[in-house]
């Protein structure tokens, strides 16, 4: 089998949800793909199209990957599924009360029982109670830096990423780094302190100039990616597409 075929079957799995489907165009994109590498696969049996789209079945997906059912996500493509198509249904865990929020999502919280201690009945610990009746109550709040959270945000309205998590390290660490570019072109343009409002609304331009350009827009899925392509993305909207606003 060709290489093209091989790599691009190989990312198919990586990419692939609990059902074994995933949409091949913007990895033909992304890996720079001719067709004719897509149309072996299916020549070969190895995937099935499922729509005029490209999305795709992998064919033997359970053969090779396996899922316990109360982690299992349904795939979003599961209407296209042809008839007959061994899947693997979701079930509920027997020691969670309740798994209402666990099923929307990929994690699990597993609930544990805690021993405190022995108690004798009709006997309460008055020391502990005092100290627990001392304590002040937490008062909850948001995750970590507000222009960091309001950017990630943004990518997750903007393209349209439900799953994107604002609280994953690398996630953080690159709008961290896309604040610091944003900066930079704010002081290039004589704002020598942008607000953390400009910031934002500087971030927004930059993913509309990224959903603006074909090839950008279907790789829009990160702030690393928006990151490592930021210069590229400003100076990538062509003719006929809509410019970005300059920062001033």
Not at 21 to 42: C, H, M, N, T, W
Not at 63 to 73: C, F, G, L, S
Not at 102 to 121: A, D, E, F, N
Not at 134 to 148: D, H, L, M, R
Request: overall charge positive.
């Amino acid at each position: 089998m060709p290489v093209e075929s091989q790599l691009l079957y190989f990312h198919m799995i990586l990419r692939a949800d609990d059902d074994g489907v995933v949409e091949s165009y913007p990895l033909l994109r992304l890996l720079g793909i001719a067709p004719d590498g897509f149309k072996v696969l299916l020549a070969r049996g190895f995937i099935d199209q499922l729509n005029e789209d490209q999305v795709v079945l992998i064919n033997d997906w359970l053969e090779h990957n396996t899922i316990r059912a109360d982690r299992k996500v349904d795939s979003i493509y599961k209407h296209l599924l042809p008839s007959g198509t061994k899947t693997i249904d979701p079930k509920p865990r027997k020691d969670v009360k309740d798994n209402s929020k666990r099923l929307g999502g990929q994690s699990t919280v597993s609930v544990s029982k805690v021993r405190l201690g022995k108690v004798k009945s009709g006997k309460v610990n008055k020391t502990i109670s005092k100290e627990i009746e001392a304590k002040p109550k937490v008062i909850t709040k948001e995750y970590g830096n507000k222009t960091i959270n309001a950017i990630i945000s943004t990518l997750k309205t903007k393209a349209d990423l439900p799953g994107l998590d604002g609280s994953i390290k690398g996630n953080r660490q690159h709008a961290k780094h896309l604040v610091r570019e944003i900066t930079n072109v704010y002081k290039k343009k004589g704002v020598d302190s942008p607000t953390d409002d400009d910031i934002v609304r500087g971030f927004s331009l930059l993913v509309d100039a990224a959903l603006a350009d074909d090839f950008h827009a279907a790789n829009t899925t990160s702030t690393k990616y928006l990151y490592n392509n930021f210069y590229k993305i400003f100076s990538s909207v062509g003719k006929n597409k809509p410019r970005i606003t300059k920062i001033s």
